[in-house]
């Protein structure tokens, strides 16, 4: 099993939808959780970094279930600038390596 | 200037050469890493420094090598490059003290032919 997993892509959704990611983790040991954003051939740019109380900023929303070990990531009311991959990531010690998702590729369309 | 730069951009070389990739950085962290990222595979971890003295093999480590020549530069190194090392190359920074993730560089696409 990888210790990062996210639901497979792509996701297909028209402007104005509703449309949650998931990404799972397998050890039970994480302590900090993010959410990149990387569009086609570029860097991962931080979206969010997820909290125990999670987290909203604008249309996204993070949140963190440490018992099932999962964090997910809401974004709401879509919009044609959203069409990139989401990659999650998650490390066990605060500052330490990253572990990523394979990431989950979501296209906006009219 | 870009905050995390990495050199080439692109690189296209031969079975069997050595190539060089380099990564410097402007935002004082101690820590840098490198990951290749494949399709449908995600970022994977290669080497990682948490300071200048202290190197570490990721998960794909083997047919790689890296050299952290000062606090601000982090170099990897394909010894005898071969086509399944054909992949984009992000180098990144982190401060141990923040939540704030990582910082990428633009990244290397690097083919092998």
């Known amino acids: 099993r990888k210790e990062v997993e996210q639901d497979p892509g792509p996701f297909n959704v028209p402007e104005g939808a509703t449309v949650a990611f998931n990404c799972t983790y397998s050890n039970s040991a994480s302590q900090s959780f993010f959410w990149y954003r990387q569009d086609c051939r570029k860097e991962p740019k931080l979206l969010m970094s997820v909290y125990s109380s999670g987290n909203e900023d604008g249309r996204f929303t993070a949140q963190l279930n440490r018992a099932s070990q999962y964090i997910s990531l809401l974004i709401r009311d879509s919009k044609l600038s959203d069409s990139a991959t989401y990659l999650c990531a998650v490390n066990k010690v605060q500052g330490g390596k990253l572990i990523f998702g394979q990431g989950t590729e979501l296209s906006v369309k009219p | 200037d870009a905050d995390v730069t990495q050199t080439p951009r692109n690189r296209i070389t031969k079975t069997g050469k050595r190539i060089m990739l380099e990564c410097s950085q402007t935002k004082g962290h101690d820590r840098m890493y490198w990951y290749r990222q494949d399709p449908g595979l995600g970022l994977r971890l290669i080497y990682y420094s948490f300071d200048v003295k202290d190197i570490n093999k990721g998960e794909i480590s083997d047919g790689y090598s890296v050299s952290r020549q000062a606090q601000a530069k982090f170099s990897l190194s394909l010894e005898s490059a071969i086509p399944n090392q054909t992949a984009l190359y992000f180098c990144?920074?982190?401060?141990?003290?923040?939540?704030?993730?990582?910082?990428f560089g633009s990244g290397t696409r690097l083919t092998v032919v």
């Open positions: 990144a920074t982190s401060d141990l003290d923040r939540l704030y993730g990582y910082t």
